[in-house]
C-alpha cells in the first residue's frame, strides 16, 4: 500500500533562518505531489505541485520554494524565514486516474520566533 | 482561473437536522470535484467524488453545472458527522485546489 511521510511534526525557527521541510512517498512510482498551506478561515493553499523530477509549478508568490530531487521526494524550502511564514504546511500526493485522491501526510506546524 | 468558494465558515444543526454544506467553483473546463473530511486529530480524507455518485456515510453531493455548484447533503445529521469539511476540485494541469473549509457542528 502507498503510505506519505512527511517530517518534522513540528519545528520551531529564527526569523532569517532556512527551512527545509521533506515529504517522502512510499509504494508508488512518479506520484503527483503537492504542498499546502493550511490556515484557520483560509483553507488549505496551494502552494506547489510537481508531476516529475526536477518539474515545479508554484501558485503562490512568496519567500517558499520547492524541489523535486528524486521521484517520491519533495521538499519545501526558504532561505530566509519570516514571521508570516509560521503556520501549519500540508505535504499530498494525488493518485490520479478512475478514482482520483489525495493522501495527505501528517502536516508540520512551523512557528517563526 | 479555478477557485472554489464555500460560504460558511461554521455550520451548527441539531442531531436528526437535515445538512447542507456549500460549494461553488469557477472553472472554464469540465472539472473533477471532491468532498474531503478532517476529524479531530486526524487527517484530511476523501469523503465522495461526483464521478462516483456514490453515498458515504448518508452523504451525497451533486455536480449541478449550470449552477457551478456541489453541495453535500445529508437527512439526518449524527453528532459523529462533526468535522471540518472540505470541498476540492481538480482541474486541467494537475491543479488540485481546496476550498476554506466549513465546520460542521452537530448538536445533541
Known amino acids: 500500500s502507498q503510505t506519505i511521510h512527511q517530517w518534522p511534526a513540528t519545528l520551531v525557527q529564527p526569523v532569517g533562518s532556512p527551512l527545509s521541510l521533506e515529504c517522502t512517498v512510499e509504494?508508488?512510482?512518479?506520484?503527483?505531489l503537492y504542498w499546502y498551506r493550511q490556515a484557520a478561515g483560509r483553507g488549505l493553499q496551494l502552494l506547489f505541485y510537481s508531476v516529475g523530477i526536477g518539474q515545479i509549478s508554484s501558485e503562490v508568490p512568496q519567500n517558499l520554494s520547492a524541489s523535486r530531487p528524486q521521484d517520491r521526494q519533495f521538499i519545501l524550502s526558504s532561505k530566509k524565514l519570516l514571521l508570516s511564514d509560521s503556520g501549519f504546511y500540508l505535504c499530498?500526493?494525488?493518485?490520479?486516474?478512475?478514482?482520483?485522491?489525495?493522501?495527505f501526510g501528517q502536516g508540520t506546524r512551523l512557528t517563526v520566533v | 482561473a479555478q477557485r472554489v468558494t464555500q460560504p460558511e465558515k461554521l455550520l451548527s444543526v441539531f442531531k436528526g437536522a437535515p445538512v447542507e454544506l456549500k460549494c461553488n467553483y469557477s472553472y472554464s473546463g469540465s472539472p473533477e470535484l471532491f468532498w474531503y473530511v478532517q476529524y479531530s486529530r486526524q487527517r484530511l480524507q476523501l469523503l465522495l467524488r461526483h464521478i462516483s455518485r456514490e453515498s458515504i456515510k448518508g452523504f451525497t453531493a451533486d455536480l449541478n453545472k449550470g449552477e457551478t455548484s456541489f453541495h453535500l447533503k445529508k437527512p439526518f445529521a449524527q453528532e459523529e458527522d462533526s468535522a471540518m469539511y472540505y470541498c476540492a476540485l481538480l482541474g486541467g494541469t494537475y491543479k488540485y485546489i481546496f476550498g476554506t473549509g466549513t465546520r460542521l457542528k452537530v448538536l445533541a
Open positions: 509504494g508508488t512510482s512518479n506520484p503527483n
Open positions: 499530498a500526493w494525488v493518485r490520479q486516474g478512475k478514482n482520483t485522491e489525495a493522501f
